[in-house]
């Protein structure tokens, strides 16, 4: 088994708001296994309210806006998945594969699962496995294979591994 890092703090959240983190580190480990990432990596994951992730997204992204979630890759890849990055990134301090950063919005989390009639684990666990096949290099930006290739990797993940 592969022993991966995955690191899991709230930032700017009620304690009645926070999402779950065993749940988190959860769904990122399946999405890892899922694509066959076959060296243990490293994954921070900042949980923050609508406030934080609208400044990470205006200085980021330049959109000042809230969004439900965004990801930070610290790979390069040249085409989705672990056998397309470009080469061994291991850190030689830790021994692991820093893949990067992921911001969640528990305020998105709660607001989307409502609208979208499902619980807030289901939409965490969503949201988490998306953010993790972009630090993986998937993207959906455009409407090609991409965007089929990474929604049908979704799929997959959350019927085999988040919902157990």
């Known amino acids: 088994m592969i022993m991966h890092k995955i690191y899991a703090r709230h930032f700017g959240v009620g304690a009645q708001?926070?999402?779950?983190?065993?749940?988190?580190?959860?769904?990122?480990?399946?999405?890892?296994?899922?694509?066959?990432?076959?060296?243990?990596c490293e994954v921070s994951v900042l949980i923050t309210?609508?406030?934080v992730i609208k400044e990470i997204n205006r200085e980021f992204?330049?959109?000042d806006l809230p969004t439900d979630v965004l990801s930070f890759p610290m790979q390069v890849f040249s085409q989705?998945?672990?056998?397309?990055?470009?080469?061994?990134?291991?850190?030689?301090?830790?021994g692991l594969v820093p893949l990067g950063e992921i911001?969640?919005?528990?305020?998105?989390?709660?607001?989307?699962?409502?609208?979208?009639?499902?619980?807030?684990?289901?939409?965490?666990?969503?949201?988490t496995v998306h953010a993790a096949l972009h630090l993986l290099g998937y993207d959906h930006l455009d409407e090609g294979p991409g965007k089929r290739q990474m929604r049908e990797h979704e799929k997959q993940?959350?019927?085999?591994?988040?919902?157990k």
Request: net charge negative; charged share 35%.
């Open 17 to 40: 708001d926070r999402l779950e983190i065993p749940l988190i580190k959860k769904c990122v480990r399946a999405a890892l296994d899922f694509e066959g990432v076959e060296a243990p």
């Open 49 to 51: 309210g609508d406030k």
């Open 61 to 63: 992204r330049g959109i």
């Open 80 to 94: 989705p998945g672990w056998a397309g990055r470009a080469g061994d990134e291991t850190d030689p301090e830790t």
């Open 103 to 127: 911001v969640l919005s528990a305020a998105r989390v709660d607001s989307q699962s409502r609208e979208y009639g499902h619980s807030r684990q289901q939409e965490t666990a969503y949201l």
């Open 157 to 163: 993940i959350m019927e085999e591994w988040a919902e």
